[in-house]
């Protein structure tokens, strides 16, 4: 019985990182909308929501200890709860990014764009993507799925630099931008730094799994265990 309710408290522990992981998710997809429909009460309402996000990781933080304390946990259990423990400071971060861009779109309040937001929109699109897909390999358990974070990661990273360079021209062009255009460049920023964490993640979810943690931007795409040992049992 007790060993029952031990997973018991295991998977709810895994609903409760999944669930930080869904608000994070949210709260990006409403930093950058603030920004693109220029809505600083949208943007006040990410900022205020984030003490959720702080929340939650206490709250998981608090059981985990106390998991480790009261149970003792061994071999895969072990790494469930050191997993999640390290998983929710990646969250954590993303959250508080979620909130940088957020502080943009106040700080921006009331000028016209100096450009179309595309890529930055697209940036965020694909950030999202990745915490999602994220989630769904730690819940799944699905090694293959974390490696597949390697071509996004990619692509954020090439469109950060893509945003990097038009707004360095257009700085160039018009001195009186680069207030605004140094603002837009943080956001990137933010959503480069939002997809490394998104990576991190997933390479603590190959360590779950496989016992030893993976880098997915050095491993061999075609070893999707890379060099993680096969032999350990989760």
């Not at 992981?21 to 997809?29: K, L, N, P, R």
């Not at 600083?40 to 480790?68: F, G, T, W, Y």
Request: glycine share 4%.
């Amino acid at each position: 019985m007790a060993r029952k309710s031990f997973q018991q408290e295991l998977e709810e522990l895994k609903e409760q990182v999944l669930k930080m992981g869904t608000q994070v998710e949210s709260a990006i997809a409403w930093a950058v909308k603030s920004l693109a429909d220029k809505d600083p009460n949208l943007a006040r309402k990410v900022i205020d929501e984030d003490d959720l996000v702080d929340e939650m990781q206490h709250v998981i933080e608090d059981r985990c200890l106390s998991m480790l304390a009261l149970q003792q946990p061994m071999a895969g259990d072990l790494r469930t709860i050191g997993t999640a423990l390290k998983i929710v400071t990646d969250l954590e971060r993303i959250g508080d990014h979620a909130v940088d861009i957020a502080r943009v779109t106040i700080a921006l309040e009331g000028q016209p764009l100096i450009k179309p937001l595309i890529d930055i929109p697209r940036m965020a699109f694909l950030a999202q993507r990745m915490i999602h897909e994220v989630l769904t390999a730690y819940v799944k358990r699905d090694v293959a799925m974390a490696y597949s974070l390697k071509p996004l990661e990619t692509e954020v990273d090439d469109l950060y630099q893509q945003v990097f360079r038009e707004l360095l021209l257009i700085m160039m062009a018009n001195p009186s931008t680069i207030r605004q255009a140094t603002h837009l460049l943080f956001v990137a920023m933010y959503l480069e730094r939002v997809a490394d964490h998104a990576t991190n993640v997933a390479e603590w979810v190959i360590y779950l799994v496989c016992g030893k943690r993976g880098d997915i931007d050095a491993d061999d795409p075609n070893d999707k265990f890379g060099d993680v040992d096969k032999s350990i049992e989760p």
